[in-house]
C-alpha cells in the first residue's frame, strides 16, 4: 500500500522552470513550396508531346470515332488547373508567353473534345436514318441533303485528327472550331426537321414512330463512344 501512494504521488504545483527547454517536437508543418515554374513547363512538354486521342472504329465503316482515356482526361483537367495557377502567379512575365500558349492549347483539346463528342452522338444517331432510310431521303430531300454535306465534312474532320493523333498537335488547327460550330448547327436543323417528319408519322401510325425512334436511338447508343 505504501509502494502503490509513493507511486502514484502528486508532483509539486510550481515546478522549477527548466533553463534549456528541449524545441518543440511536434512544430507546426510548413507550407510545401510551390512548384517551381520552368520544372511544371518542362512536366507540361513532356506529358503533351506524347499524349495522344483514342479512337473507336464505328460499325463496320472506316469512320473512327474520338474518345479519350479517362486518366488522360483527368490529366487534361489537372494540368488546366496547374496552368490556372500559373496565370496568378506574381512571376507570370517571366514566363508568360510559355504559359499562355499552353492555356490556349490545354483550352483547344477540351474545346475539340468536348464538341466532337456531341456531334458524334448526333452524327451516329442522324445517319442511321438520313442514310440508312429511303422513307426519310425521299420525304427529307433538302435535310438529307445537308446532311450528306455533314456527313463528308465530319469524316474529314475526324479523318485528320485520327492522321495526327497527337492531343494537342490534332486541335492546333485552324478554322477547326469553326468547322465544329457550323456542323453543329447544321444537325440541329437535320434533327428538327427529321422530328417534324416522325411527328407527323406519329399521327398516322403511332406504332411506325415509336419503332423509328427506339430503333435509331438504340443504334446510336451503341455506336457513340
Request: one cysteine or more; aromatic letters at 8%; glycine letters at 4%.
Amino acid at each position: 500500500a505504501r509502494s502503490r501512494r509513493t507511486r502514484w504521488s502528486r508532483q509539486p504545483q510550481n515546478p522549477t522552470p527548466n533553463p534549456n527547454p528541449s524545441p518543440n517536437r511536434n512544430p507546426r508543418p510548413s507550407r510545401s513550396p510551390k512548384p517551381n515554374p520552368n520544372q511544371a513547363l518542362e512536366r507540361l512538354d513532356s506529358t503533351w508531346a506524347s499524349l495522344e486521342f483514342d479512337f473507336e472504329q464505328h460499325r463496320d465503316t472506316e469512320v473512327r470515332l474520338l474518345k479519350m482515356r479517362e486518366e488522360d482526361f483527368e490529366t487534361l483537367e489537372e494540368n488546366q488547373l496547374v496552368v490556372q495557377g500559373m496565370m496568378a502567379s506574381k512571376y507570370l512575365a517571366t514566363f508568360e508567353t510559355e504559359v499562355v500558349s499552353w492555356q490556349k492549347n490545354l483550352s483547344s483539346v477540351s474545346d475539340v473534345l468536348g464538341q466532337m463528342s456531341e456531334t458524334q452522338r448526333k452524327w451516329a444517331y442522324l445517319e442511321t436514318l438520313f442514310i440508312g432510310s429511303e422513307e426519310v431521303k425521299k420525304e427529307l430531300p433538302e435535310s438529307t441533303q445537308r446532311f450528306v454535306g455533314i456527313d463528308k465534312t465530319f469524316r474529314a474532320t475526324l479523318g485528320a485528327i485520327y492522321k495526327i493523333k497527337n492531343a494537342v498537335a490534332a486541335t492546333d488547327v485552324e478554322g477547326q472550331q469553326k468547322t465544329l460550330e457550323e456542323m453543329a448547327g447544321d444537325l440541329e436543323l437535320c434533327e428538327k426537321d427529321l422530328a417534324d417528319f416522325l411527328e407527323s408519322k406519329r399521327r398516322i401510325f403511332p406504332r411506325f414512330y415509336f419503332l423509328a425512334t427506339k430503333c435509331a436511338r438504340s443504334r446510336a447508343s451503341r455506336a457513340a463512344p
